[in-house]
């Protein structure tokens, strides 16, 4: 187990009506609700705009209409989320591996030991805001504390654009005030059975005694009392040791076309390969994600003798898992994901085999350089 860890929690404000905003700034300001707007639709986000009025996600939108009648209703466009989504994370990547998403607009970062690169924890979540504020026009919340509970706790409490640092040995404290529906995974009904012992804040539940508490909340008392004081040692989950880096992506419309989806694999081949050059570490494997229209979902890994970090290499396997697969089963595709998984740096692989591969890391990385000064479409490779 790791200890003295830096985990970020990077969080969109109200994604969705964000992310309207992002491509109609006239919605900037206004009460907004997006969501299905007929008989049993449903609040799919609020602006903050509407909280006030008590507007909360999932809470019926006929409701949600009597409490602020005002409110501008904004049927979900769910490709500029996955958009969003995908440049969102893909920020994030561009700063650790150990990128942990949690939903379309959440994740966990483990920063721990990132100083040298991006100077001061703080900094480092300055420069994330600032990208995703410029480049994807949406504001982030981030949370920086010691475990994965207590980076999200302190997201969520900045609410809208903030960062907030919770530091080592100050998270017990930091808790202690908050009301008990605060830790997550405290519901009404738990925070009700609470109520009744007289426990109302985290301190409250953090300090109280284990055998009492086990009567009303059963077994996961202890664990309850522990994350009332942040404790949390989860890792996260990007694949544990074998860490992997992924991208994919979901269609408008379900696809058969074999160039669509060759030059589909071989974009998020691209993409990934060079977020790996960047850890300046080499892959194992490379995996393949498809989900067919019935969202039956496959994955495919293949693990060649060969460590490599060039596109051409990821593009290449990442084909013929796709031609493998499809062949097996050729029916509508809907999304479809490459990653590279068995991170490790380069000089433990280090063998005669290897020896072959540097061209195409070489091209690779001139590919990354000049896409760095002169945009993503500047060049590509011949037709793939
Ligand atoms: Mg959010």
């Known amino acids: 187990m790791a200890a003295d860890r830096t985990i970020f929690h990077v969080d969109i404000d109200a994604f969705f009506a964000a992310a309207e905003r992002s491509v109609d700034p006239d919605l900037i300001g ?10 049993r639709g449903v609040v799919a986000c609020a602006s903050y705009e509407v909280r006030p009025f008590g507007v909360r996600s999932a809470m019926p939108m006929s409701r949600a209409l009597r409490l602020c009648p005002n409110a501008l209703v904004i049927k979900p466009t769910h490709g500029l989320y996955s958009k969003i989504s995908k440049s969102f994370m893909e920020i994030l990547g561009d700063y650790t591996p150990d990128v942990q998403v949690m939903s379309v607009d959440e994740a966990y970062m483990d920063m721990t030991g990132t100083e040298g690169l991006y100077g001061p924890h703080e900094k480092a979540a300055q420069a994330i805001k600032k990208r995703v504020h410029d480049e994807l026009k949406v504001t982030a919340s981030i949370g920086i504390a010691p475990s994965r509970l ?6 969520d409490e900045r609410k809208p ?3 907030f640092t919770v530091a080592r040995g100050d998270e017990a404290a930091y808790l202690a005030p908050m009301p008990v529906r605060k830790l997550p995974g405290i519901g009404p009904r738990a925070a009700e059975k609470l109520g009744r012992l007289g426990i109302h804040t985290l301190g409250e539940l953090a300090a109280f005694p284990e055998g009492p508490l086990r009567r009303e909340m059963g077994n996961q008392s202890p664990r309850l009392i522990e994350r009332a004081k942040g404790i949390d040692n989860s890792e996260l989950s990007t694949g544990g040791k074998a860490k992997s880096i992924s991208s994919e992506t979901t269609f408008h419309e379900d696809s058969t076309d074999r160039v669509f989806l060759n030059k589909t694999v071989a974009d998020l081949a691209e993409g990934v390969g060079r977020r790996l050059r960047r850890t300046g570490k080499h892959a194992r494997s490379v995996s393949l994600k498809l989900r067919y229209n019935d969202f039956t979902t496959l994955t495919r890994h293949n693990t060649p003798h060969v460590s490599f970090d060039g596109d051409a290499r990821i593009v290449e396997i990442a084909t013929a898992l796709l031609d493998a697969t499809l062949k097996q089963r050729n029916a509508p595709v809907r999304l479809i994901g490459v990653g590279v998984e068995n ?11 290897e020896a072959v591969e540097p061209d195409d ?7 990354d ?7 993503e479409d500047s060049v590509s490779r011949g037709p793939g």
């Open 369 to 375: 350089k000049i896409r760095d000064r002169f945009g």
């Open 150 to 155: 207590v980076a999200k706790i302190a997201s």
């Open 361 to 367: 890391s070489a091209l690779s990385s001139t590919l």
């Open 30 to 39: 206004k009460p907004l609700i997006i969501g299905g707007s007929g008989g």
């Open 343 to 353: 991170l490790a740096e380069p000089a433990a692989q280090l063998s005669l085999l």
């Open 161 to 163: 654009d903030g960062m």
